[in-house]
């Protein structure tokens, strides 16, 4: 089976758990390059170990290295703000990006909702960990009825997130807010990220909550119990490639009273004031191949990004065949 080759930008955690996954699980990828800015960081150490290419000189170093013209995707795993440099250097050499930070410059992919819409797109951006995790549950809500206002609560570990997770958090709010929009269906989204100092560190546990106009008497139950099942369903369907996804309770619907103000929370062009809300209540359990369980905030970012560049290589999409990606530019003359 041909493979195509790929380099991982960022060598802390999120980059390193992303090179045992390929190692690991992946089926059309091929570990080629891995990319940091810190020569001492355990995961160019581990990458020099099992016999990879490392540099430490970030995007500009991977632009000169002898297997750059062999890699067909690229994945970064840096920040918000380093990625939109590292974009722009990559761009004219038509290699395709998956973007694990939040900088959202390409499209929102959430593979359990919209895994084959973006495939031709030479940017794609993962959301953020909230997002993959909670996005899913909003948009199979909403395939049932629609949500007027969907509110996640995404809570993780301390000792899990590290220097770039913390940079990002303002970037965190905003992209998984919009995304919530774009790709769960929600009409108005809002994010909310926890970093839970707990020791031990506890598992990352996500809230969903939303609210939605349901009709009247038995209508009304026969809508709740769709609601469920499709919650089930998409639960299953992310847990096919991030086993540690779970519900920790069933879905919860419950009446909206008449008195209960909800118009601050809602679009202006709303319809129908909600009368319903559904709280949804998840647990992430990381799979412990780099991180630890508790990561789970990490696991399901490069559980998603792997799955989205399986289906990428899977389709022959890599570098060259990106939809609006300019000429293809040999890198050595790139640089130069």
Do not use: W
Not at 126 to 153: D, K, L, N
Not at 214 to 234: C, F, N, Q, W, Y
């Amino acid at each position: 089976m041909n493979r195509t080759k790929v380099a991982v930008i960022g060598s802390g955690n999120i980059g390193t758990d992303l090179m045992i996954k390929i190692m690991r699980t992946a089926h059309h990828l091929e570990m080629g390059v891995m990319v940091g800015i810190d020569p001492a960081s355990d995961g160019l150490a581990r990458a020099a170990r099992l016999g990879f290419e490392t540099t430490a000189e970030g995007v500009d170093g991977l632009l000169r290295s002898p297997l750059i013209d062999e890699i067909g995707i690229v994945f970064d795993a840096t920040s918000a703000r380093a990625h939109q440099d590292n974009d722009a250097k990559l761009r004219p050499l038509g290699i395709r990006v998956v973007d694990l930070t939040p900088a959202a410059i390409g499209p929102y992919v959430v593979p359990a909702v919209n895994l084959d819409e973006h495939l031709d797109a030479p940017n794609v951006n993962m959301v953020t960990c909230g997002g993959q995790a909670t996005i899913p549950i909003v948009a199979a809500i909403s395939r049932v009825a629609p949500v007027a206002y969907a509110e996640i609560v995404a809570s993780i570990a301390s000792r899990s997130a590290g220097p770039g997770t913390r940079a990002n958090i303002d970037e965190f709010t905003e992209t998984t807010s919009e995304a919530i929009v774009r790709v769960g269906g929600a009409r108005r989204g809002k994010a909310i990220i926890i970093l839970n100092p707990a020791e031990p560190p506890l598992m990352m546990r996500d809230t969903v909550f939303a609210l939605v106009a349901l009709p009247a008497g038995e209508a009304a139950e026969e809508a709740k119990e769709r609601i469920t099942d499709s919650v089930r369903a998409m639960v299953a369907e992310v847990s096919a490639y991030v086993p540690g996804y779970r519900m920790v309770q069933d879905v919860q619907i419950t009446g909206i009273p008449d008195d209960q103000p909800v118009g601050t929370l809602l679009t202006e062009d709303t319809a129908a004031r909600p009368t319903h809300q559904v709280s949804v209540f998840l647990e992430v359990e990381g799979a412990g191949m780099y991180l630890p369980a508790y990561a789970g905030n990490l696991d399901i970012m490069t559980s998603a990004a792997v799955r989205m560049a399986e289906k990428i290589a899977e389709k022959g999409a890599v570098r060259g065949a990106a939809k609006d990606a300019v000429t293809t530019t040999p890198a050595k003359e790139a640089v130069k």
